[in-house]
């Protein structure tokens, strides 16, 4: 991931329309969740990251990978 993908991927963690859902499928080893969210240049990604606790109002997310959403995901978005 480049340091633009990178950027754009934690813009759509932060949306605040984001849906993101647990991803029992492949999380045997960690638990991993998948986010679809508006990034800052509009462009509505799939981010796959885990996130882990750290502190008390402290969390740790490591990005798996991110991509841009299927036509289907965009109509999911737009009806919740």
Request: aromatic residues 6%.
């Amino acid at each position: 991931m480049s340091e633009g993908d990178f950027m754009d991927a934690m813009g759509g963690l932060l949306d605040p329309m984001a849906m993101t859902r647990f991803n029992a499928e492949h999380s045997d080893e960690e638990e991993r969740w998948v986010s679809v969210g508006r990034a800052g240049n509009e462009q509505l990604l799939v981010v796959v990251h885990t996130f882990s606790t750290t502190a008390p109002n402290t969390a740790l997310v490591r990005l798996i990978s991110a991509r841009p959403a299927t036509r289907r995901e965009c109509e999911q978005y737009e009806k919740a």
